[in-house]
């Protein structure tokens, strides 16, 4: 039986059908000589033929009634590991003996797993599990189909058969670690999508209490503080600023420099992924924008449905297109609410300083904060004739760029890779832009 001989296909192995019936049939012709001499060989030669026959004829009704279910999480990041479930019932027909189910994991170098059930009877149900790790790239995988084994009881015959049973596995990319990178300011609180920034504002909660100042609107004062005072005094009160976090990346064809996962549009989707799962786990409205061969929106929204809705994206995304990137998110960041955070993620040699500082600039008089993620590109592959080659000057551009987007308003982080790996570090609000590298 295959699995159980070691072997991999019907009439393989030391063990195989054909082999033990030539085996039985040399055993039988060497005893046939003894029979006239004496009855017990008669007996012995006309029994190995009928358990032959029998093993034969019970293997003919061999996977009847058998039934399979498979259940696993649908969605798993990559290099997890993914625990699958199979549920392995009989309804009807006799006994199964020696019953081998082998599953196909595509999700993984190594895809066929293969578990032995000895024996099922009717309204049995057994229950296998095993684990496989997501070894493979971002992506839509197929769990399935199964195939069955089942032999007799002495294991001589075996039928084969396919389970129609296949399930879908969806592979998220696997997130670039950020460090100790906090997407939004640390006194902004938790929520659905609100900043509860103290700010002076028009909300309901007094923040404070201070004299009245030529300008103040009358319908604020604060009439008990100003009798007891004898001297009008004005409430400041607190403002609700909605704050969506809004992710822009550039999967064009000249934006990916270098090959495999080192690509600047792998690292792109990692850095969108850590991105992504950050603001989801404060609760905070998400958006993403993809700039391929068109300008790709997704609407804000929050909670895990929004989460799995952009990952999903993100786990499918092929790079191609030739648009400018930062001419092309010019638009959908204009319509981005005040207080909201704009991320964008682009390579240093496709940046255009004068459209990134004037877009950075626009943005922050609206009162949008502005992140860049820069991926350096000097030490990768040109794998297009139109990309501009490394500059012999790279470090020194890459400074200027960084200072040139500091002072317009934004926080930069540059994305490095080198032969030693250092610790991301964070960059605070007032401080030099820094180089982060990645492992």
């Given amino acids: 039986m ?3 001989l070691d072997s991999s296909a019907p009439g393989q192995g030391y063990l195989s059908t054909r082999n033990i019936l030539f085996f039985c049939a040399a055993l039988l012709l060497a005893m046939l000589p003894a029979v006239p001499a004496s009855p017990a060989f008669g007996a012995m030669a006309f029994m190995l033929p009928v358990l032959l026959l029998s093993s034969w004829i019970m293997s003919r009704g061999a996977l009847e009634g058998i039934t399979l279910e498979r259940t696993h999480s649908p969605r798993v990041f990559e290099d997890d590991l993914v625990d699958v479930h199979l549920k392995v019932g009989q309804t009807a027909g006799l006994s199964q003996y020696l019953v081998l189910v082998e599953d196909q994991f595509s999700a993984s170098l190594s895809i066929h797993r293969r578990c032995l ?3 099922m009877s009717p309204d049995w149900t057994a ?3 095993y684990s496989k790790e997501a070894e493979r790239h971002r992506g839509l995988y197929l769990v399935g189909p199964a195939r069955l084994w089942a032999a007799d009881p002495m294991g001589t015959f075996y039928r084969t058969s396919d389970a129609d049973c296949v399930t879908r596995l969806t592979v998220y990319p696997h997130a670039v670690p950020l460090g100790d990178y906090v997407l939004l300011s640390p006194h902004v609180r938790s929520g659905p999508g609100m900043e509860n920034r103290d700010r002076i504002g028009q909300g309901e909660e007094i923040l404070s209490v201070r004299p009245y100042q030529s300008g103040d609107p009358w319908t604020r004062i604060h009439w008990r ?3 007891r005072r004898r001297e009008l005094h004005i409430m400041e009160l607190d403002t609700h600023v909605q704050t969506e976090v809004a992710l822009y990346l550039d999967l064009t064809r000249s934006g990916r420099f270098g090959t495999g996962a080192e690509a600047t549009t792998e690292t792109a989707i990692g850095c969108a992924t850590s991105l992504l799962t950050q603001a989801s786990s404060l609760r905070h409205r998400t958006s993403m924008t993809l700039v391929r061969d068109s300008v790709e929106n997704f609407p804000a929204g929050a909670g895990i449905a929004q989460l799995h809705l952009l990952l999903d994206r993100l786990a499918l995304v092929n790079f191609e297109g030739e648009l400018d990137f930062w001419e092309s998110v010019a638009g959908p960041a204009s319509l981005l609410p005040r207080g909201s955070r704009a991320v964008f993620i682009s390579p240093v040699s496709t940046t255009s300083p004068g459209e ?6 626009n943005l922050g008089l ?4 502005v992140d860049v993620i820069l991926m350096d590109d000097s030490n990768l592959a040109r ?5 501009p080659p490394p500059a012999a000057d790279a470090d020194v551009r890459l400074l200027g760029l960084k200072i040139a987007m500091r002072r317009a308003g934004a926080r930069v982080l540059v994305l490095q890779r080198g032969e030693s790996a250092e610790q991301l570090m964070p960059e605070g609000a007032d401080e030099a ?3 982060f590298s990645i492992s």
């Avoid at 990134?356 to 600039?361: F, G, P, S, T, V």
């Fill in 2 to 4: 295959p699995g159980l």
């Fill in 117 to 119: 059930i000895p024996m």
């Fill in 127 to 129: 229950k296998l599990r």
């Fill in 225 to 227: 503080t100003s009798v």
């Fill in 356 to 361: 990134a500082c004037e877009l950075i600039q």
């Fill in 366 to 369: 609206r009162g949008v904060a």
């Fill in 383 to 387: 794998i297009w004739r139109n990309q």
């Fill in 433 to 435: 832009p820094q180089s």
